[in-house]
């Protein structure tokens, strides 16, 4: 269990008054800890002066004294802060899923494929970002297609991955088996050389034995083509979670067998993608 709290009093809400105070602070976390709860994301900080980075170095150690996990939400990039308090998980520092709809007002930005095919090379090389992927209904910008949106969970990664999706629709998706399995902490990655900032982000991930593939498109239609040469020797099982054919809003599945070195392809629509699971059926030559 996780809970939700602004870091400092909202105007026109009286209810909540934030962590600001000590005693304020003290209290909650104590409460939060009794009762089970394991990690607190804090949002609302919305600056990074000398004041709002103090209050959040001290509502990471007051966390640590309770043993809880935070997340930081509304609040600026990573700057080394988990070296010193490691129960920091994540830090939101990124036009994330909740700013579509505010293209032209609140949270201007580049057109969501172009953005989200820059983010694994900027923001990321700094620390996970709490983006809150994946979304199947009005946060899933036009320009993006639904397995655009599932193979986001396995780019925009996080020890602390939260959705935006409704239960349902992750319940009823055909890629329900990615959502469910997906890691949060990774062994491995590895850029593959197809990737070019801005126009396609193509990454290799291993977990334990299992490597997966995770392509998001950026805004041009095409051909994506890899050879596999990050897996070891021996024989695999690919399945794959990718665009129907014509259909933006539709999510499909086939399964291959697949070796090292063999070339794939995959078509890509504008703002598409695809995510890969690939388990190693012949263990003569474990990892």
Known sequence: ???????????????????????ERAGFMKKCAEAGVKGLKIDFFHTENVFT?????????????????????????????????????AKEAVRGLECVGGESTWAPGPPWPYHNTVL???????GPADY?????????????????????????????????????????????????????????TIVLPESKIGRLAALARRKGDVWYLTVLNGED?????????????GKYSMEVAF??????????????????????SENLMSGGGFVARIIQVDKKNPR
């Not at 103090?54 to 802060?81: C, Q, R, S, Y």
């Not at 694994?120 to 700094?126: D, M, Q």
């Not at 054919?245 to 070796?259: A, D, S, T």
Request: proline share 8%; hydrophobic share 40%.
């Open 1 to 23: 269990i996780w809970v939700w709290r602004a870091s400092s009093p909202r105007s026109g809400n009286k209810s909540d008054i934030g962590l600001i105070d000590p005693i």
């Open 53 to 89: 980075v103090n209050l959040m170095e001290n509502i990471l150690k007051d966390a640590a004294g309770e043993k809880l996990m935070v997340i930081f939400h509304g609040v600026n990039k990573p700057t080394g802060d988990s070296y010193t308090y490691p129960n920091l998980l």
């Open 120 to 126: 694994p090379f900027t923001r990321w090389l700094v």
């Open 132 to 188: 809150t992927p994946l979304n199947f209904r009005a946060f899933c910008p036009p320009s993006t297609t639904f397995a655009h949106q599932l193979s986001s969970i396995y780019m925009f990664t996080s020890p602390l991955l939260i959705f935006a999706a409704d239960m349902g629709d992750m319940l009823s998706s055909p890629g329900r088996s990615f959502i469910e399995s997906v890691p949060v902490v990774w062994d491995e």
């Open 221 to 233: 239609a095409g051909m994506f083509e890899t050879k596999l040469e990050f897996l070891p020797e």
């Open 243 to 264: 665009d129907s054919p014509g259909n933006r809003k539709l999510i499909e599945l086939k399964n291959r067998k697949v070796r090292k070195g063999q070339k794939i």
